[in-house]
């Protein structure tokens, strides 16, 4: 059998690339910790391990042993008991669930004498496995529909378990997995409607407060993105550019029309206005439709009254269905109300402390604004705020463009994985840590709403670093024996 | 590359690596944002750091159903230290003038710095150092002040009380715990939390919500000012005043009535469902439960072997004896097992297991009326026997018994009746699988269970259940769920309160029932009871056979018998005959309830009650609370 010399090097050796990027963000990583829980009246109990840095030592040394066993286990035995993973997953998801003490108001903790541990955390490579394993079986097509009711619930299940033990951010980073469906196939235009959806939920909640006639502001910014977004999909779908003119101009002349009729001190209800705006878009479809008998714009009629529909009911669903306090922690996270512990204070001093870092940062262990200061999550959600202060701008792109590079590298690696199964996993691992560091830094930086899920491999935490270390490795080990098949 | 190039949706990959590339070009330039084109950050951090000043609301206060201030709060002050600004520090000085020494010192700056007993701890902000201080040492302190860098003081309430009654009723409020810090956010180290009593069960309304103050500071600890001019401070939202259903009057009486005994007292409106007077005997002067010496009080109430922190009202169970055959009559009659005019004989005792229950010397055979009024047990017995053993109507003993159980749910026996009081009891009533199980068998019958249809054997009820009860008949046939809060300033009371509970017996049962008791006052067994020719009261006394000592006296009743205005309940503790101890106290309770004052023809009832003591020598952990551990015992 002839192998170029490429697959020759490649054969059987780990990559090391990416062994090297990990051990490299578990060194800066545990520096950070240092930094942000050092503490001078504390500084001597380095080696007590009730030390943060200390214990997360411990952490470390433990996921280097895991990582190196992981290695040792054949490929076979993932792809055999990915379903059974699975399941057991589920199981103790549940019984979390149901004997988990509250700890911060969720109950995802599972106490084993002095251990506790977060199930949900090590889900996210049980779910990659299994979608792994389901994209594998013989002769599967995402697009049956069997295929995807199946698929979809394969996410759904742990992420509504997740989010009855009220950790609603691991269960958006089980949602990342959309990533992985995406590349095997799922319609762009489906991906195009769940982000609408996404879209509709947080300006009509969001700006639900401003009544403006018979719609709220939220609602009427809403109506006007439904008419982009149908344009922007017939566009993409119809490809008439004509078509998109209307489309675009018709509800423009109907808001110039309400516009000049106001000057006739006649009260103008823009709701009412933007809803007859819509209204035209969709005599317009139908209309193209009866003309040409295209399936195509009745599916565009269906987008927009679908997002109407279900605009009005995220509404009735906020206001009517939720408890007040999930309301309120859907009102905090989208900036509509302070948390009196102050989600919005804490992004605010994260970005004092990460401002303050300038060009070159203050200097290792010599920020002044982190280290459990004002920011209670200084050494886990909000880590990088330390980095940044300390390390500066420069120490703070470093680490984002390593970053960059683990993501790039792995999907490298994604595609080079000969069998479906390695694919798939692969994907699941880069949809899993690009969705991390999104949500993280994002946050920290001020530009998404306070999400708590912790920045891979920097946070402390013994359950999210094991968590990672599995989902890593055990793709590093399917892809070191991807030619054995 | 070969097999993947096959695969259509290769391409893909191009989008989702843009996508980490577009994310990571948008974040460095959020970075190149703030670190490089902000230099306004830079200068907050290295001139200015926020000082975040909690502002406590006042606790609401606590009013009785007449307007009496019971509850209100009074100034202490709290010694806040941050260890970052402390510096050159005079710790002998400071010792002295708070007046603790060295090692009380190191103790408490120990527990302060300790992570486990404060997680919230940090070095650069304000920590509880030292909690109530009298405003004496406040004013030591505050002159003292600027000798000590790091040291602030922070203003808060303590509890005050104007009566010295309803100790575990009011309840106290304490430093919260670890528990409540980890599972409500809105807590931190030093808050203050009700712990039992209406302050726990009321906690979200009486604490309000905190407010805040953020202040600028310079990098030796000045303050410069408001940070945004106070824009992004919140004012401290005061909690919410309760007035209660109790008439504190009357409860100090019952408390009075109650001294050196074990019982309780339950007074409920039958019309509205408020607790006009809730005793749990003995009780305790709320007040030793603020302040420096709440620790050593509140282990010597603990310790009390006659556990004085037993909210026995709501939380004492009892077998409530013949005061649940009025409850028997109604079920017997509604499901049509016995009519106005059913007569059983009664040969003092119950014929067919030989006289046992036994009973007393009166008239027979009887009816329902007068076998309420003589208390028979005879009759209660054959009623029940007549009911399980009915085959025509059920198909088994298990159907009947599970009927006969799910009437005495709708009256609220058995299950918790929602008392905004905390750690209710459900008593218990069994169902027909609980007999299942202990007598081994399916086929059993009423004479193998036959004690409780006369309140004995397995039944257990809590004080409130039985007044509870009493307001049922009172109002013929519904109730409203007993509480203590008649009103909460500024929010209406939970629906729960504010609903009738029907228990699906007619009105003119109820009518018969009441008919009964009215004779059991007037001619019967309670006649203790009677204040004709002023007011028509209709009771029930019972005595509840207690295993572990003697009986326990009871009494039940409401008045007037048309149109009643208070149903009550008492229950004396090893009390022996219901006449002889719970009868006198709930006259003695009633005319105080209508009159405002006992007359003097009663003055020697009152001495000879407010005389009585009985309080058991030996008074062991198990029999501080009867426990459905009364099968277990006979066998």
């Known amino acids: ?245 209307v489309i675009l101009g018709a509800p423009a002349s ?182 991390h560091l999104i949500i993280n830094i994002g946050m920290v930086i001020g530009i998404m709403p306070v999400i708590g899920i912790p920045l891979p491999f920097f946070s402390y935490g013994g359950s999210s670093l094991w968590g990672f270390t599995l989902l890593l490795f055990i793709f590093l080990r399917l892809d070191k024996s991807r030619r054995n098949k | 590359m070969g097999y993947n190039s096959e695969n259509p949706y290769a391409k893909r990959k191009h989008i989702i690596a843009l996508i980490a590339v577009l994310v990571m070009v948008v974040y460095i330039s959020r970075l190149f944002y703030l670190q490089i084109l902000s230099p306004q950050y830079r200068e907050f951090a290295d001139s200015n750091a926020f000082l975040r000043k909690t502002l406590y609301p006042a606790r609401g206060a606590i009013y009785d159903r007449n307007g009496n201030l019971l509850v209100y709060n009074q100034a202490t002050y709290d010694v806040m230290m941050v260890v970052r600004e402390m510096g050159e520090f005079d710790t002998l000085d400071f010792c002295n003038t708070l007046n603790i020494d060295k090692s009380t010192y190191l103790m408490l700056e120990a527990d302060m710095k300790d992570r486990r007993k404060n997680p919230g701890y940090s070095s650069y902000t304000p920590q509880l150092f030292m909690s109530q201080l009298t405003v004496e040492q406040y004013g030591l302190l505050q002159e003292k002040l600027y000798k000590f860098p790091g040291i602030y003081v922070q203003n808060r309430t303590r509890r005050q009380y104007k009566y010295p009654n309803m100790g575990v009723i009011l309840g106290y409020i304490a430093e919260v715990d670890k528990n409540a810090l980890e599972s409500d956010p809105y807590y931190v180290r030093g808050d203050y939390i009700g712990k039992s009593g209406i302050e726990s069960s009321h906690e979200k309304d009486l604490r309000g919500e905190k407010g805040v103050e953020i202040w600028l500071r ?235 249809a006369i309140g004995q054997g397995e039944i257990l009820a809590t004080p409130l259940q039985i007044a509870n009860f009493a307001a049922i008949v009172a109002n013929r046939g519904y109730y409203y769920v007993p509480h203590v809060v008649r009103e909460r300033k500024g929010a209406p009371l939970d629906t729960l309160y504010t609903r009738k509970h029907y228990t699906g017996i007619e009105h003119s049962i109820f009518e018969i029932i009441a008919q009964g008791m009215a004779n059991a006052v007037t001619g019967g067994t309670c006649r203790t009871a009677n204040l004709l020719p002023e007011i028509e009261v209709c009771g029930k006394t019972g005595t509840s056979q207690n295993p572990h000592g003697d009986d326990h006296s009871l009494f039940m009743g409401f008045a007037p018998k048309d149109n009643p205005r208070v149903a009550i309940a008492v229950i004396v503790e090893n009390g022996r005959f219901g006449a002889s101890n719970a009868v006198p106290i709930g006259r003695l309770m009633l005319q105080k309830f209508f009159n405002d004052s006992i007359p003097e023809t009663d003055k020697w009832l009152e001495n000879r009650i407010v005389n009585t003591t009985i309080l058991p020598h030996i008074y062991s952990r198990e029999l501080s609370i009867v426990d459905n551990d009364s099968l277990q015992n006979k066998k």
């Not at chain 1, 240092?34 to 040394?61: C, H, P």
């Not at chain 1, 989010?163 to 762009?188: C, D, K």
């Not at chain 2, 017997?332 to 005019?341: A, D, H, V």
């Not at chain 2, 229950?357 to 329902?368: Q, R, V, W, Y």
Request: glycine letters at 10%.
């Open chain 1, 1 to 245: 059998m002839y192998l170029n010399r490429e697959e020759i090097s490649d054969r059987g050796h780990v990559d090391r690339l990416t062994v090297w990027m990990y051990v490299i963000f578990l060194i800066l990583g545990w520096l950070s910790v240092y930094a942000a829980s050092y503490d001078i009246e504390n500084a001597a109990g380095l080696f007590d391990l009730s030390d943060r840095s200390t214990m997360q030592l411990v952490w470390i040394g433990t996921s280097l042993v895991l990582a190196f066993a992981l290695l040792k286990i054949d490929t076979g035995f993932y792809e055999t008991y990915a379903f059974v993973f699975y399941l057991a997953g589920i199981f103790l998801l549940i019984v979390t669930y149901l004997v988990a003490p509250e700890i911060n108001g969720s109950r995802s903790w599972l106490v084993v004498g002095p251990v506790r541990l977060q199930p949900a955390e090590f889900m996210k490579f049980i779910i990659a496995l299994a979608l792994a394993k389901v994209f594998s079986l013989y002769d599967f097509r995402l697009m049956k529909r069997k295929n995807l009711l199946f698929t979809f619930s394969i996410i759904l299940l742990p992420a509504i378990l997740v989010v009855l033990q009220s950790e609603t951010g691991t269960a958006l980073v089980y949602a990342s997995f959309l990533l992985v469906l995406f590349r095997e196939g799922l319609p762009g235009g489906i991906l195009f409607v769940l982000v609408a959806a996404i879209v509709y939920f947080v300006l009509g909640i969001k700006f639900s407060d401003t009544q403006m006639g018979m719609f709220s502001l939220g609602e009427f910014i809403t109506l006007i993105l439904i008419i982009l977004f149908t344009a922007v999909l017939v566009g993409n779908y119809v490809k008439r550019k004509k078509v998109v003119r």
């Open chain 1, 254 to 435: 109907v808001f110039l029309t309400a516009y000049l009729i106001s000057f006739f001190g006649v009260k103008i209800d823009w709701g009412l206005v933007a809803l007859i705006a819509l209204g035209t878009v969709i005599l317009y479809l139908l209309y193209l439709f009866f003309m040409y008998g295209k399936r195509v714009y009745i599916y565009m009629v269906a987008f927009a009254i679908g997002s109407f529909v279900f605009l009005e009911s995220t509404e009735y669903v906020f206001n009517d269905v939720l408890q007040p306090h999930q309301r309120i922690r859907i009102e905090v996270a989208l900036g509509m109300k302070q948390d009196f512990r102050g989600a919005g204070y804490h992004v605010g001093q994260s970005k004092i402390a990460i401002g303050s870092g300038g060009f070159l940062g203050k200097g290792f262990l010599k920020g002044t604004q982190t280290k459990l200061k004002y920011v209670p999550e200084q050494d886990t959600d909000f880590i990088f705020c330390t980095i940044a202060e300390e390390a500066g701008f420069v120490g703070a792109s470093i680490v984002l463009i390593l970053y960059l590079c683990f993501i790039l590298r792995l999907i490298y690696l994604a595609e080079r994985q000969t069998s479906t199964f390695g694919r798939v996993y692969g994907y699941g691992v880069v949809s899993v840590f690009l969705f």
């Open chain 2, 218 to 452: 310079d990098a030796r600890g000045r303050l410069q000012g408001r940070y945004k001019d106070g824009a992004e401070d919140k004012a401290p939202v005061s909690g919410r005043d309760l007035t209660l259903g109790i008439d504190i009057d009357l409860q100090a009486y019952g408390e009075y009535l109650m001294q050196n005994k074990i019982g309780s007292i339950v007074m409920i409106e039958p019309k509205t469902g408020e607790i006009v007077c809730i005793v749990s005997s003995p009780s305790y002067d709320p007040a030793i439960l603020t302040g420096k010496d709440f620790g050593r009080n509140y282990l010597d109430l603990e310790r009390n072997p006659y556990k004085p922190l037993i909210n026995r009202a709501v939380a004492g169970m009892y077998p409530p004896g013949s005061t649940f055959k009025p409850s028997q009559g109604a079920v017997f009659m509604k499901e049509g097992i016995i009519t106005l005019e059913t007569r059983y004989s009664c040969f003092h005792g119950y014929p067919p297991l030989g006289g046992r229950p036994a009973c007393h010397g009166h008239a027979s055979p009887l009816s329902i009326v007068p076998a309420l009024a003589t208390s028979c047990n005879s009759f209660f017995c054959y009623g029940l026997s007549a009911m399980l053993g009915n085959r025509e109507k059920y198909a088994d003993v298990n159907e009947a018994f599970d009927v006969w159980k799910s009437y005495l749910s709708k009256m609220g026996y058995g299950e918790k009746l929602g008392v905004d009081l905390p750690s209710e009891k459900k008593g218990f009533i069994p169902n027909s699988k609980f007999y299942n199980k202990v007598l081994k068998r399916t086929n059993w019958n009423a004479h193998n269970i036959i004690s409780i």
